[in-house]
Structure formats: structure tokens, C-alpha cells
């Protein structure tokens, strides 16, 4: 798959996204968000990717939205007599496919890591939290910056995403103020997983990677979209049923009985085969 603002590579079932315009801090081009939307369009296909680790180049994860490119976008589709016409329109054409980002990222079948260098602010706020952990570099920082250009504080999700990470008050604070959220503050309410120095940031991610690598890939597999599902659980019945299906779907696979085998009885490594 090839792309020009993104750079992929998979090394030992780990999968390692970067977010490639760093003359732009990463900001989101409609070229970059149409890119992303493909590859985690693509990640139903890519069993051989386990774990996926999503970066910035250079000093940045991603500054939001590029809103030096809108006016292209828009003279693209006021020249296209088959498209509709007006700002209203383009700008509900454009959130529609921003939404559809987010969704496709929370309904990849990989675990998805952050790993966080520099700002990540507006749409680039929102694209860590859709992410399932986040790991950040001490100069990492967290921003819903709309609220201070005009626009609401909530953004492709973040009003559904950020409550949920660190509880409803402090969320209110940072969507209703635009206020900075540092490193150190958000690995102690939690929306961070670990704050690490910047040169080890990803060896963290790696490190924490391989630590998944540990389970099977179904049950890997399960457990992310157990997470995703009961977060919203109508009740407790509810969520251990779903989890009961899990786990017998888990015990019918042959990479079940090599876990067992190779913790209990041989002790060593499992080798897996996703079957």
C-alpha cells in the first residue's frame, strides 16, 4: 500500500505507523486523513499485524487539522460540477469523513498504541484518544484547541473519549477552556499510560508491545473489542455473557492449547499460529 504522508512498516508482527508531514507537525491534510482511513480500512486484512504503534515524525504527533488546505479543498469542490456546492456543505462533507476515521481506528482488530512526542492538539488530540493506550515523551502535550478558534471543544469524538479517561469534570475543564494538558499532569489523572523520557519513547512502545505479543492473537483480538463493547455495557449480565463467548471461542483455538502447553508444561516462549 502506498502513501504520501504516511510510512509503514510491520517487523515481528508489530506494526509501526508514522504520521510522515513533519515540515507540518503532522497537521491533517484531507490527502492524510483519506490515507489513514484506507490503511485501518485495510487492518481487517492484516492478521499478520498483531499490535500497531502510531507516531509522529520529527517534533510532533499531529497538530490538528491543516486548515491552510481548506480553501483547495474547496475550490476542488466548487469545480466539480458533480458535487454539491457551499462551505456548510464542504465542512459537513469534511466532519462526516473525519468520523469515519475515528471509527475506523476504534473497530481495527489490533490494539492501537500512541506514542506521543511533542502536541498533539485538536483533531491530533482526538487521534491519540481514539487510540487504545498512550504512551508520551515528557515534552508530549494535549490540547482541545478548537474552543479558542471559534469552534466547539468537542471534536471527532473527544466529547465521548475524554469523560470516559479521566471523569466528566476535568474534561469539562480542558474542552471548555482550551487549556494545555502537559505530560507530567496527564500521566497522574490517567489519560496517559506512562510518561517517558523523549529518546525512549519508542522502546516503550515496543517494550509494551511485546508484552501483547505474549497473548494469543485471537484472544488479543477479543479482548480489545470486549473492551470496546462493554465500555457501553447496559449491565453487568450483559457484559459477562459477552465475555463468557470470548472465552469459549478462545478455548475452541489450537493457539489456546499451545499457551497452556508452553507455560505449564514445557516452559518457554508459545509460538502461535492464529488458529
Known amino acids: 500500500m502506498d502513501f504520501n504522508t504516511l510510512e509503514f512498516e510491520c517487523t515481528d508482527h508489530v506494526g ?6 513533519a515540515d507540518r507537525l503532522n497537521a491533517l491534510s484531507m490527502e492524510m486523513v483519506h490515507e489513514l482511513r484506507r490503511f485501518f480500512g485495510s487492518l481487517d486484512e492484516r492478521l499478520d499485524v498483531r499490535i500497531l504503534v502510531v507516531k509522529g515524525s520529527g517534533r510532533a ?7 491552510s488546505g481548506l480553501a483547495d479543498g474547496m475550490a476542488v469542490m466548487e469545480a466539480d460540477a458533480n458535487m454539491p456546492k457551499g462551505a456548510v456543505t464542504y465542512g459537513h462533507m469534511v ?12 473497530q481495527a482488530p489490533q490494539p492501537v498504541i500512541a506514542a506521543v512526542r511533542g502536541p498533539a492538539v485538536g483533531g491530533g488530540f482526538t487521534l491519540s ?4 493506550i498512550r504512551i508520551a515523551s515528557e515534552n508530549a502535550r494535549f490540547q482541545a484547541a478548537n474552543i479558542r478558534i471559534g469552534y466547539t471543544g468537542a471534536d471527532m469524538g473527544s466529547s465521548y473519549f475524554l469523560p470516559r479517561l479521566i471523569g466528566l469534570s476535568r474534561a469539562a475543564e480542558y474542552m471548555y477552556t482550551g487549556r494545555v494538558l502537559d505530560a507530567p499532569t496527564a500521566e497522574r489523572i490517567g489519560f496517559i499510560s506512562r510518561m517517558v523520557a523523549d529518546g525512549q519513547l519508542e522502546d516503550a512502545a515496543r517494550e509494551m508491545a511485546s ?11 477479543l479482548t480489545k473489542e470486549l473492551l470496546n463493547i462493554n465500555i457501553d455495557a447496559p449491565s453487568l449480565m450483559a457484559a459477562v455473557q459477552l465475555e463468557a463467548g470470548g472465552q469459549l471461542l478462545c478455548g475452541m483455538s489450537e493457539d489456546a492449547g499451545e499457551a497452556i502447553k508452553a507455560a505449564y508444561f514445557e516452559k518457554r516462549s508459545p509460538r502461535y499460529q492464529d488458529k
Open 95 to 106: 466532519q462526516r469523513i473525519m468520523n469515519d476515521l475515528i471509527m475506523k481506528i476504534r
Open 211 to 221: 508484552d501483547m505479543l505474549k497473548a494469543t492473537p485471537l484472544g488479543l483480538r
Open 61 to 67: 504527533f499531529c497538530a490538528g487539522f491543516d486548515v
Open 129 to 132: 484518544m481514539a487510540c487504545d
Open 16 to 21: 509501526w505507523l508514522t504520521l510522515n508531514r
